[in-house]
């Protein structure tokens, strides 16, 4: 039988404390997760973006690997309101977390971004997203989660959203800003279905955890770095609301 994606991600977490603590039982020195994993890179910004100085409130859906990092960045972007974790690109039937671990519903992990568009626009939260969100070469994969659950993928609420995003993927294929090419889709008119309660705010809620401390801890830690500008150390949570 093919495990579903909690059961690979939990042998996943177990199998790294597992070795983690072995290492430190041999007293051997654990390197700093920060150091191990990939870095962000800067990118430039996009050429074409969208203003809305008269709006107060707007939506972004990204979807890059496991919803539990995406949703920690965001929640520590300036000028965003929520980030919520979900599912989009499937039916509403199966906008659940065993049904999309299988990897065949449609769906993507995704992350539904409420922003404020006098303080961050769309297109500085896409240069976060390509930055350290996730990294937009891996195709139906993102580090240990693999499966179309796990693309990349940008979800525009509208065709002005769709126009920036693609302009965005074609410049930075362009000035060739990764060593290979950008597989981030673009899936327009799919319904944000929020995920359960216990996904929520998860990085914040588990930073001891070897799989968030592993691979979503260091994203916070590149988008201080990063985009120190845009940096909040207080993350807005879900369940503060």
């Known amino acids: 039988m093919t495990p579903n994606t909690s059961m690979v991600r939990g042998w ?45 409130s707007q939506v972004a859906v990204f979807a890059g690997g496991c919803f539990w990092g995406v949703q920690g960045v965001y929640q520590h972007v300036t000028g965003v309101a929520s980030a919520v974790s979900g599912y989009a690109g499937g039916g509403k039937g199966s906008a659940h977390y065993d049904s999309v671990g299988r990897g065949d519903s449609g769906h993507a992990e995704a992350v539904r971004i409420t922003y404020d568009p006098r303080q961050i626009s769309y297109g500085a939260l896409l240069q976060i997203f390509f930055s350290v969100a996730h990294d937009p070469t891996q195709l139906n994969r993102q580090g240990p989660d693999v499966g179309p659950q796990y693309r990349s993928t940008i979800f525009p609420a509208d065709a002005r959203q769709a126009e920036v995003a693609k302009a965005y993927i074609a410049q930075l294929n362009a000035a060739r800003a990764f060593d290979a090419p950008i597989v981030t889709t673009i899936e327009p008119d799919r319904p944000f279905y929020q995920a ?11 930073p001891e955890e070897p799989y968030i401390a592993i691979n979503d801890l260091p994203k916070i830690a590149e988008l201080k770095r990063l985009f120190p500008s845009r940096y909040r150390a207080a993350p807005v949570l879900v369940r503060s609301r």
């Open 12 to 56: 996943v977490i177990g199998l790294v404390g597992a070795a983690l603590a072995a290492a430190v039982a041999a007293a051997v020195p654990v390197p700093d997760p920060v150091a191990r994993a990939e870095k962000g890179r800067v990118v430039p910004a996009p050429a074409t973006d969208l203003h809305l100085d008269d709006a107060t």
């Open 196 to 206: 359960e309660d216990y996904h929520q705010d998860y990085l914040t809620l588990h």
